[in-house]
């Protein structure tokens, strides 16, 4: 009896072991942060324009265009990683940026040195926003269908191998 009762915590930690590996092989990323609102409408909330900007809100979201929503500030090393990239995709994607808890001047100087991908931009001055749709940090970027339904959720910097390999294609299925 005693002998079972040694090896119960070993039995315990194999058990625990054997289903941390299934849960692994079964294509859990941990990479991956999931999204409760990935196809379900984008938060109805009206953001304010960022000076000599316009904001935009829900209608803005539901107007029959794809839009590409980044999060991102002045004072974000990687935010600043991942602009060039954003203003490659100009052109193929309605861009709409949200100025997460800055200050109007340092966003504006962060858009004049490196330039304005944005067809607009909305400001989250004290980060509510945010809350709402669920974002973990800046970068974080969102692409939302015609309808306003989020439909894919990218946390962190965009890097070419995201953009081509979860953007394009998240965009181009939302725009049928």
């Known amino acids: 009896m005693r002998i079972l009762l040694a090896l119960l915590p070993l039995v315990v930690l194999a058990l625990l072991a054997g289903i941390f590996l299934l849960r692994l092989e079964q294509g859990g ?4 942060i999931p999204s409760a609102l990935i196809g379900k409408p984008a938060p ?27 999060f991102w500030a002045s004072w974000c090393a990687p935010c600043r990683i991942e602009h060039p990239l954003l203003t490659t995709l100009m052109g193929q994607v309605d861009l709409y940026g949200v100025a997460y808890k800055d200050s109007t001047e340092n966003a504006l100087g962060f858009l004049d040195a490196l ?10 001055a004290d980060g509510r926003v945010a809350i709402d749709w669920g974002v973990y940090g800046v970068p974080e970027t969102y692409v939302v269908d015609g309808r306003g339904i989020i439909v894919w959720k990218h ?13 394009l294609p998240a965009i181009a299925a939302a725009a049928r």
């Open 115 to 124: 330039g304005n991908p944005f067809g607009r931009i909305g400001v989250d």
């Open 29 to 32: 990323d941990p990479a991956t």
């Open 44 to 70: 109805a909330l009206t953001l304010p324009g960022l000076q000599g900007h316009d904001g935009f809100g829900p209608a803005d979201l539901a107007d029959g265009r794809v839009k590409l929503v980044n």
């Open 155 to 167: 946390v962190g910097p965009l890097d070419a191998a995201a953009i081509r390999n979860d953007i």
